[in-house]
């Protein structure tokens, strides 16, 4: 079961993008990528997610590397209310579509 | 609409103390989860739901125990406190596999309990 690596901390400025990388250089071919993130201590919000193809929604854009080693969350133009902790993710297990969260990115927007 | 609704929002338990966390979901969806928070670490899964009737265990399943008589509701049950289970716990729900690529789950507001 594939699982994730991030880095701890980032720093983005207010109105520049922000780009989050995810390691998960293990994912099996029919494994998605998700993206969450948590807000102070509220539960998880979903992102975005993603299998081969590069995804863009009104929140982000996920970008996937061609072998499916890793990932990258770009938050166009990061306001303060996107600091948050920002998890990526595979889908863990043939059933029951389990998360495994890890301790995911502490994103801070500075004003 | 709703969504996952948990309840209650905060407990305090003493040790040895028994309780059980609600959760409900208005979205007919098939899957349901119970995580735990510590502070400063990520979401661990501790049981999960396929459907009604059925339970599993996740990664830490360990002095909890799950019932999913209803298809919308998932209830986490504590049998004998302890202080090792003070922690934030999340519900979650998600359509299931049927529809895989858009298996999203969606969380609840979260359960903040203490155990003295």
């Known amino acids: 079961d594939a699982k994730t690596t991030q880095p701890t901390s980032m720093d983005c400025a207010e109105g520049r993008a922000a780009n989050l990388p995810c390691n998960h250089s293990?994912?099996?071919?029919?494994?998605?990528v998700y993206w969450y993130r948590q807000i102070h201590s509220q539960g998880p919000q979903y992102i975005i997610h993603?299998?081969?193809n590069n995804e863009t929604n009104e929140m982000a854009s996920l970008i996937i590397t061609e072998d499916r080693k890793s990932s990258t969350l770009i938050l166009p133009h990061a306001t303060l209310r996107d600091t948050a902790v920002y998890y990526c993710?595979?889908?863990?297990?043939?059933?029951?579509?389990?998360?495994?969260f890890g301790t995911g990115t502490s994103l801070t927007v500075i004003p | 609409n709703a969504g996952v609704t948990q309840t209650p929002k905060f407990r305090v338990l003493k040790t040895g103390q028994s309780m059980t966390l609600l959760c409900a979901q208005d979205?007919?969806?098939?899957?349901m989860y119970w995580y735990r928070q510590d502070p400063g670490m990520g979401l661990r899964l501790i049981h999960y739901?396929?459907?009604?009737?059925?339970?599993a265990k996740g990664e830490v399943p360990d002095g909890y125990n799950v019932s999913r008589l209803k298809k919308q509701n998932f209830l986490l049950g504590l049998e004998s406190a302890a202080p090792s289970q003070t922690s934030v716990y999340f519900c979650?729900?998600?359509?299931?596999?049927?529809?895989?690529?858009?298996?999203?789950?969606?969380f609840g507001a979260g359960t903040r309990l203490s155990v003295l």
């Open positions: 979205m007919n969806h098939e899957y």
């Open positions: 993710i595979v889908r863990v297990g043939n059933t029951g579509n389990q998360f495994y």
């Open positions: 739901s396929v459907g009604e009737g059925t339970t």
């Open positions: 993603g299998l081969k």
């Open positions: 979650a729900s998600s359509p299931g596999l049927a529809v895989l690529a858009k298996n999203i789950q969606y």
């Open positions: 293990t994912i099996s071919g029919n494994e998605y």
